[in-house]
């Protein structure tokens, strides 16, 4: 079970941190990942990270803007978004992929096997 949070409503140019903490003993075999979905749009990959937390994979709408890390003793995954746009309100989710590949494979919403319930992040102009 993956539980997100962080979301709420911020003026543009703001920050936020998203929080993902995982019920499960064995969170170390698993990449995770953020994917946002903004109304009307599908589901997008915005960052990834590999399960020890030293390989890391952005879209190229957010890079320069947002950092995932991960807290493995906390089974927690983060993501930090700075300077942010209206155009980045979505709900924000998190996911888990089991496996050691590098960061920049897990981009597709079908390697992911476990799902979090969302977060919502509005960014007012």
């Known amino acids: 079970q993956l539980q997100a949070s962080g979301g709420g409503l911020v003026q543009a140019g703001g920050s936020l941190r998203l929080s993902c903490t995982a019920s499960t003993r064995t969170f170390t075999t698993y990449a995770m990942g953020w994917f946002r979905q903004a109304p009307g749009r599908e589901r997008e990959f915005v960052a990834g990270?590999?399960?020890?937390?030293?390989?890391?994979n952005y879209a190229d709408s957010v890079k320069g803007r947002c950092t995932i890390s991960r807290d493995n003793a906390k089974n927690t995954v983060y993501l930090q978004v700075n300077s942010l746009k209206p155009e980045d309100t979505a709900v924000y989710s998190c996911?888990?992929?089991?496996?050691?590949?590098?960061?920049?494979?897990?981009?597709?919403?079908?390697?992911?096997?476990?799902w979090g319930q969302g977060t919502l992040v509005t960014v007012s102009s």
């Open positions: 996911a888990a992929a089991w496996g050691a590949r590098s960061a920049a494979y897990y981009v597709t919403e079908g390697l992911y096997d476990y």
């Open positions: 990270v590999n399960w020890s937390g030293n390989d890391k």
